[in-house]
């Protein structure tokens, strides 16, 4: 069994930061990739950034240069860092940490105003 916690959302102004932690417990040797993935009202859930057990790393483009997603392996820690942020980015971000299933988060909220 994976558990999966999201916390750092929050409100910020259009061209603030925030950062987004993931933090991941139980079964943690079989989690292949965690990814942040975030929704908007109305909108399809979208992957934003992804990290692989090997380190390589994935972003949708329209974050590609604001947003950068670390690890603490000691930690189990994921981490986004959301720089240069738009009012477009207001979305209720999770976590997912992928096994041979998927194990998402609860979401936190992140409002970005103009």
């Known amino acids: 069994q994976v558990q999966v916690v999201e916390s750092g959302g929050g409100l910020v102004q259009a061209g603030g930061s925030l950062r987004l932690s993931c933090a991941v417990s139980?079964?943690?040797?079989?989690?292949?990739?965690i990814g942040w993935y975030r929704q908007a009202p109305g909108k399809q859930r979208e992957l934003v950034a992804l990290i692989r057990s090997g380190g390589s790393t994935n972003y949708v483009d329209s974050v590609k240069g604001r947003f950068t997603i670390s690890r603490d392996n000691a930690k189990n820690t994921v981490y986004l860092q959301m720089n240069s942020l738009k009012p477009e980015d207001t979305a209720v971000y999770y976590c997912?940490?992928?096994?041979?299933?998927?194990?998402w988060g609860q979401g936190t909220q992140v409002t970005v105003s103009s």
């Open positions: 139980g079964r943690t040797s079989s989690i292949n990739a």
């Open positions: 997912n940490a992928m096994s041979e299933i998927y194990h």
